[in-house]
T-cell receptor, first 113, second 113 residues
Framework: DAKTTQPPSMDCAEGRAANLPCNHS???????VYWYRQIHSQGPQYIIH?????ETNEMASLIITEDRKSSTLILPHATLRDTAVYYC??????????????WGLGTSLAVNP | DGGITQSPKYLFRKEGQNVTLSCEQN?????MYWYRQDPGQGLRLIYY???????QKGDIAEGYSVSREKKESFPLTVTSAQKNPTAFYLC????????????FGSGTQLSVL
């Protein structure tokens, strides 16, 4: 599975949109982009995933560039509870590929009042 | 509520002692995983199990052992052979298939006395 590059930290004002970038320039055609987040001293939580089309759910939106080499996770109205480390991970769609995930250090997002 | 439960939240190990971390899930997931998280590093896979009575080593299995006698349970034993056991341990589960997202427990912090 391909590796990803994320900024180590970001700040966002409460109530504003948080846009978290991720580069995955070596992604291959059958690999999906996944986002998880980890609040301090808890386990990571799944947010969203996508292949090439933009995706939206109740937590966030995922925008993937046309060449699929980068993506952006958008939290439309960040709250203090969104303060966490956000992980961008690329995963092949074969069965069992969760065992091959490469977890980097993610982006530490601080939402400020 | 369905979920994955880890216990205890905090655990202390004496020199030469084996300790066992509990992980239980009621999500009817096929696969279960153990990860280790150290400050400044990403999650690293210790062991995973695809089905009952079968498990495979991950990237850092030395000094650890597991069992999978029931679908719901995947305990991890940190043996005395693990010389640097202090870390945050995370258990996760998922279905075994394409694009299956991971569900994590709340973690166990293990420290050496």
């Amino acid at each position: 599975d391909a590796k990803t590059t994320q900024p180590p930290s970001m700040d966002c004002a409460e109530g504003r949109a948080a846009n978290l970038p991720c580069n995955h320039s070596t992604i291959s055609g059958n690999e999906y982009v996944y986002w998880y987040r980890q609040i301090h001293s808890q386990g990571p939580q799944y947010i969203i995933h996508g292949l090439k089309n933009n995706e939206t759910n109740e937590m966030a939106s995922l925008i993937i560039t046309e060449d699929r080499k980068s993506s952006t996770l958008i939290l439309p109205h960040a709250t203090l509870r969104d303060t966490a480390v956000y992980y961008c991970i690329v995963r092949g769609n074969n069965a069992g590929n969760n065992r091959k995930l490469i977890w980097g250090l993610g982006t530490s997002l601080a939402v400020n009042p | 509520d369905g979920g994955i439960t880890q216990s205890p939240k905090y655990l202390f190990r004496k020199e030469g002692q084996n300790v066992t971390l509990s992980c239980e899930q009621n999500l009817n997931h096929d696969a279960m995983y153990w990860y280790r998280q150290d400050p400044g590093q990403g999650l690293r896979l210790i062991y995973y199990s695809q089905i009952v009575n079968d498990f495979q080593k991950g990237d850092i299995a030395e000094g650890y052992s597991v069992s999978r006698e029931k679908k719901e349970s995947f305990p991890l034993t940190v043996t005395s052979a693990q010389k640097n056991p202090t870390a945050f341990y995370l258990c996760a589960s998922s279905m075994w298939g394409t694009n299956e997202k991971l569900f994590f427990g709340s973690g166990t912090q293990l420290s050496v006395l």
